[in-house]
């Protein structure tokens, strides 16, 4: 069994930058892909952004891209999100989530989730 935590998350300007954080309690942390989701009111939970088991590759959402950066620290087990130029439209729910497989299309273990709120 994996618990994972989100930390970071708050409320921010339009433009702002928050940084995300995912602890992992598996000693096994680098045997999963990480990624995050986000779920915002009245629509369907989506892909964020993955990394892969050894932080040599990275995928994200169109949306998202030049805008934030997905990190991982296996020695921490902690995977980062950090999120730039931040709009409205990335007010959501943030969940970390860890999977074996890349894209992530099935997903072993999920975070409870922090909410993320951008202001116009």
């Known amino acids: 069994q994996v618990q994972l935590v989100e930390s970071g998350g708050g409320l921010v300007q339009a433009g702002g930058s928050l940084r995300l954080s995912c602890a992992a309690s598996?000693?096994?942390?680098?045997?999963?892909?990480m990624g995050w989701f986000r779920q915002a009111p009245g629509k369907e939970r989506e892909f964020v952004a993955a990394?892969?088991?050894?932080?040599?590759?990275?995928y994200y959402t169109d949306s998202v891209k030049g805008r934030f950066t997905i990190s991982r620290d296996n020695a921490k087990n902690t995977v980062y999100l950090q999120m730039n130029s931040l709009k409205p439209e990335d007010s959501a729910v943030y969940y970390c989530?860890?999977?074996?497989?890349?894209?992530?299309?099935?997903?072993?273990?999920w975070g409870k989730g922090t909410l993320v709120t951008v202001s116009s």
């Open positions: 598996a000693r096994t942390f680098n045997n999963y892909a």
């Open positions: 990394v892969s088991w050894t932080a040599g590759n990275t």
């Open positions: 989530a860890a999977s074996t497989v890349l894209p992530m299309k099935s997903i072993e273990y």
